[in-house]
């Protein structure tokens, strides 16, 4: 059975000057040039328990977690603190666990705000749609109910991106190995975030977290990226990560043909040039996204992936980039002799993970080569 929230819509068309972003997210092309060499962004994780069991989760049994001394919550706000002095804006919580399943979590977003840091929260959704679960974790902080702790994110500045990987609830059990219920609680978080006012900014504050394409969720990945941009709220629609349970051939099993892939990237650019959420000459410019139709990927380009045991990454979607480890080299030395940093300046990063993986050889070129044959616009192959 398929449930779709009751949201109302924000556009029609899009207005001039959107921000195709959420906040806090990627970096604008004078933000990359006039930043260059600097760390922007961290990627990070926050506890490591997860009470759903995603078949595709690309942090449980990762192979950088082979280390057992653990980052605790001193250990990451001098970790944020280190990063300030290089010229950090903002942190993606990416896992390792559910980052609302640790009763640490709103001390450390507070102290966030406190050194004005944008948080970006990737969540599912279990604990935000549910007063029983922020009893549970959140009652210490004066929170019994999902509506109060949504009020404290927004004062807190977070952007929201919330799992949603179908509208369908047996899809979507089988996207979180959990079962059919949880559609009901993931839906109850987006609405209060809606009503809390989370879309009601540009750029927005709240994203729909599409990914991974899967051959499960591929027929609804268009009809929920269409459904969300008009209601203000960013999706993010990529193929699987190559880490975790996702690597080895776990990312073929269930990464789409390569055919529908381009497919359903051709129409979500079709989509945003007809609604006027992208002109056909900003996309030329900015090439084509990992992120179907969004903001083009430049985390390698800005930041570092500092995984839960210390180990820091390239990118949380390889396990194969070490750049380091923060028990062994301070912050600093490790980004000054990354590889990311030999990336600053780079707009659009493709994906080092994805290409030529999930995201096959060539694959942006034939989306630029198609929207070409249909707008007329673009330089050919």
């Given amino acids: ?44 994780d926050f506890g ?14 990762n192979t950088i977690d082979n280390v057992q001394h653990e980052l605790n919550i001193k250990d990451l706000q001098k ?13 993606k919580f990416l896992g390792k666990g ?24 990737f969540t599912k959704g279990h604990v935000l749609g549910s007063d029983a679960m922020v009893t549970k974790y959140f009652k210490g902080y004066g929170h019994i109910t999902s509506e ?24 979507q059990a089988k996207m979180v ?3 059919t219920d949880y559609i009901h609680v993931r839906n109850n978080a987006l609405k209060l975030m809606v009503k809390q006012g989370f879309n009601n900014s540009i750029p927005t504050r709240i994203a729909l977290a599409i990914n991974p394409v899967t051959i499960w969720n591929i027929g609804e990945c268009l009809e929920m990226y269409k459904w969300g941009r008009l209601r203000n709220i960013y999706c993010i629609v990529t193929p699987t990560m190559i880490s975790g349970r996702a690597k080895d051939k776990m990312w073929v099993k269930i990464t789409p043909a ?17 609604t006027g959420l992208q002109t056909i000459e900003q996309i030329e410019k900015e090439g084509i996204s990992a ?59 493709g994906c080092i993970a994805k290409d030529g993986k999930s995201i096959p050889e060539n694959f942006y070129k034939q989306v630029e080569y198609n929207l070409n044959l249909k707008y007329g616009t673009y330089s050919t192959i």
């Fill in 148 to 171: 109060s702790l949504i009020k404290e994110l927004d004062e807190l500045n977070c952007s929201i991106m919330l799992g949603f990987n179908s509208f369908d609830d047996e899809i």
């Fill in 79 to 91: 970790l944020i603190l280190d990063a300030k002095k290089l010229g950090l804006q903002s942190v």
């Fill in 177 to 179: 190995g959990r079962n």
């Fill in 291 to 349: 992120y179907a139709g969004g903001h083009p990927c430049n985390q390698v380009s800005t930041g570092l992936y500092v995984s839960l045991n210390g180990i820091v990454l390239s990118c949380p979607g390889s396990e194969e980039n070490v750049e380091g480890n923060i028990w062994k080299t301070d912050l600093e030395t490790i980004w000054n002799h990354s590889e990311n940093i030999h990336r600053t300046g780079t707009f659009n990063c």
């Fill in 48 to 61: 490591d328990y997860c009470s759903l069991n995603c078949p595709h989760c690309f942090r449980y049994k």
């Fill in 98 to 121: 559910e980052p609302f399943e640790n009763k640490d979590f709103l001390d450390f977003l507070r102290f966030l705000k406190s050194v004005e840091v944008i948080p970006l929260i």
């Fill in 1 to 44: 059975m398929r449930f779709i929230p009751e949201i109302p819509l924000k556009f029609e068309r899009f207005p001039q000057g959107y921000i195709n972003d959420i906040n806090g997210w990627a970096f604008d092309k004078n933000t990359i040039e006039s930043n260059k060499g600097k760390l922007l962004t961290l990627d990070i």
């Fill in 258 to 274: 390569d055919e529908k892939m381009i497919e359903l990237y051709q129409k979500i650019y079709e989509f945003n040039i007809e």
